[in-house]
């Protein structure tokens, strides 16, 4: 006689592998697999193996689980009952994989269990996800759905973009963001060290990045609530909302200190990684606890409400204005091509597609809303009224962007001129004072390359922005070089005249990165906008020194025009990125190829649609696309910072783990 089924109830993932009823017989095999889903798509595979699901049913069960290990939208499970002979791939959808492609992988893994190779299973199912995330055999959508409309964004675009791996780190169904719950009910501060001892270095590292980013948007989608409102009502009615978003961005700014420590090329033990990724889980924590405590007042503020049908006309309105000043973005952005480069124009070249693709989406999102508010939904139709005031506010952001490169690439190159001049001095005093010197012949080089660079620029084959940034830098190093041989008063009169052109140039490029990554958040992740915080750090403490330090604070300067240069980089590839894979999918999928959408690549469904009491469906055991039921994309929860519904385990606990799933008996 069989013994009977051991009991499982659910309990958190401490590893992407379980194997509680021993089933598996080559671990490192299943491992690589369930690994490759990670490294090649936006999402997590989880693969568990117990006895018995403990008389739940197998979706009932992973749930549970899925909530107290904190998995979000970007999350998979493949739960496997070995005595029960029961199973469930969930969710019943995962970003832009369909329900009906992961019931075909869900059909593929039952074949497996079948024949009770374990292994196999796991393995198909991991296979399949992949295959499915990139057009592969994982099959497509079926034929009538044109991959671009508004429609199926919404259904389907709940997904992270860019491979962000957003994780329910901030929230655990109503909790406050920094308390985790155990199997038991209990509760504990997110930073005990028992609740995180038994989570790998790695997946605390990635937690930690996460949490960054769903903050970080979460503070910039209450930035933007907070910009409307006092355009409403007037300061004096935000001045504590503000305060509280002051104090949080000062906290975000910390945690995004503490995250480059790890990002930098300083070599960390697992002991730091583990501490550091812990405090800014704590800092992220605080900061959600903080903005969720003025949700509700925010909310009776704004009464949008009661005022929906009026806000959707106004928003119509403001679209009709910003749609007639495309064209013209356009003609400007050609113009400015004609005389700079395309790396010179990168933060801009798209700004005028990006704008136009917003505004076709605010068309969908005011139809629906007309249509949501006419049947008496006015719950609903306010998260559309806010998912289309947003995406004005950043197409406006978009063209306005487009408005001052001309100016500011303009200005560069009249610093070019003065910057040529002052280097150029340089070079005569070390011809004068240090000549045949090996110490100072080394920048001398430098300083003749960035001349170079900088005529080429100034006579259009360049680009101004780099040379100057180039210019600068040689002609700080040949003055070190120098320094020596010069008085101090000279030394520090030198610093301070380098110091005003590369705290503008800073200033300048800080306030175009952040348009960048405003603009194109749902595309963006850690890296890009840990090197962006950082650099906009260094320019708030290189102001702070110049007065009583202006050589230090050159130096300071100098190295957050590295960082943000850097973070703009890594934020055109992360947005790059991210287009060719929703290209792919697209393709595969046998829609022809597609945009990501206005609305997705800006982070919008995400921060805002269905937010403010938009019907459910979206939650574990909602039936949609993503974990978390009352709490999630619509379902009433409360939502992201101010406005409601955050990424990605933010502060509506938006983004969480997606209902349902396929299985059942083999």
Request: a negative charge; glycine letters at 16%.
């Amino acid at each position: 006689m069989a013994a009977p089924a051991a009991a499982e109830p659910p309990f958190a993932f401490r590893s992407t592998v379980v194997d509680r009823a021993g089933a598996l017989s080559d671990v490192p095999r299943v491992q690589e697999a369930v690994d490759r889903v990670g490294e090649d798509t936006p999402y997590r595979l989880t693969v568990v193996y117990v006895d018995s699901f403990d008389g739940q049913s197998a979706e009932a069960w992973v749930s549970d689980a899925a909530e107290l290990s904190g998995l979000g939208s970007s999350d998979a499970v493949l739960a496997v009952a070995v005595q029960d002979r029961d199973f469930t791939l969930a969710p019943t959808s995962l970003g832009t994989i369909t329900s009906s492609q992961l019931d075909r992988v869900a059909a593929d893994v039952r074949s497996e269990l079948g024949s009770d190779d374990w292994d196999g299973a796991a393995v198909t199912a991991a296979d399949g996800i992949v295959d499915a995330a990139g057009g592969g055999s994982g099959g497509g959508a079926s034929g009538g759905s044109s991959g671009g409309g508004f429609a199926v964004v919404l259904l389907l675009g709940l997904a992270v973009i860019g491979g962000v791996l957003l994780f329910s780190v901030l929230r655990r169904r109503r909790q406050p963001a920094g308390v985790l719950r155990d199997s038991a009910g209990a509760t504990r501060a997110a930073g005990a060290v028992d609740e995180l001892a038994g989570v790998p270095t790695p997946e605390l590292d990635r937690r930690s990045a996460s949490a960054l980013v769903a903050l970080d948007d979460a503070l910039r989608s209450s930035e933007e609530e907070l910009g409307f409102a006092q355009a409403q009502f007037g300061p004096d009615s935000t001045r504590d909302f503000e305060a509280v978003l002051a104090q949080g961005k000062q906290q975000l700014t910390e945690a995004f200190r503490l995250r480059q420590t790890l990002d930098d090329d300083v070599p960390d033990t697992d002991e730091q990684v583990r501490a550091t990724s812990a405090q800014i889980l704590r800092l992220c924590a605080q900061v959600e606890q903080h903005l969720d405590q003025q949700k509700e007042a925010f909310d009776r503020l704004r009464a949008i409400e009661a005022r929906v049908d009026d806000a959707l006309d106004a928003h119509e309105r403001e679209q009709q204005r910003l749609r007639a000043r495309v064209e013209p973005a356009r003609a400007a952005v050609a113009a400015l091509a004609q005389r700079y480069s395309p790396d010179t124009l990168g933060s801009v070249a798209g700004n005028p597609d990006q704008a136009d693709h917003l505004l076709g989406d605010v068309d969908a999102a005011l139809a629906q809303g007309r249509e949501r508010s006419a049947a008496g939904d006015k719950g609903a139709a306010v998260g559309f009224a806010r998912a289309a005031e947003e995406a004005l506010g950043q197409a406006a952001r978009l063209l306005d962007a487009v408005d001052s490169a001309g100016a500011d690439l303009a200005v560069a190159n009249t610093r070019l001129d003065a910057g040529i001049a002052s280097i150029t001095s340089d070079l005569a005093d070390a011809a004068r004072l240090a000549a045949g010197d090996p110490a100072v012949a080394p920048h001398v080089a430098e300083a003749r390359a960035a001349l170079e660079e900088a005529g080429a620029a100034r006579q259009g084959t360049g680009d101004p922005l780099a040379a100057l940034r180039r210019l600068t830098a040689a002609e700080a190093a040949i003055d070190a070089a120098l320094a020596p041989r010069r008085d101090a008063e000279e030394r520090s009169r030198r610093a301070a005249a380098l110091l005003g052109d590369t705290l503008g140039r800073l200033e300048s490029a800080v306030r175009a990165t952040t348009d960048y990554v405003s603009t194109r958040r749902g595309a963006v992740g850690p890296q890009a906008r840990t090197r962006l915080a950082e650099a906009d750090r260094l320019r708030l403490r290189a102001l702070d020194q110049r007065a009583t330090d202006p050589e230090a604070a050159l130096v300071t300067a100098q190295h957050g025009e590295q960082l943000v240069a850097e973070a703009q980089r890594l934020a055109q590839i992360d947005v790059e990125n991210a287009q060719r894979r929703d290209d792919d999918r697209y393709r595969g999928s046998g829609g022809g190829g597609s945009d990501l959408g206005g609305m997705i690549l800006g982070g919008i469904l995400i921060d805002s649609i269905l937010r403010g009491g938009g019907r459910g469906g979206g939650g574990w055991g909602g039936g949609g696309g993503s974990w978390g039921g009352g709490g999630g994309f619509g379902g009433g929860g409360r939502g992201g910072g101010f406005g409601g519904g955050g990424r990605g385990g933010g502060f509506g606990g938006g983004g969480g783990f997606g209902g349902g799933g396929r299985g059942g008996g083999f």
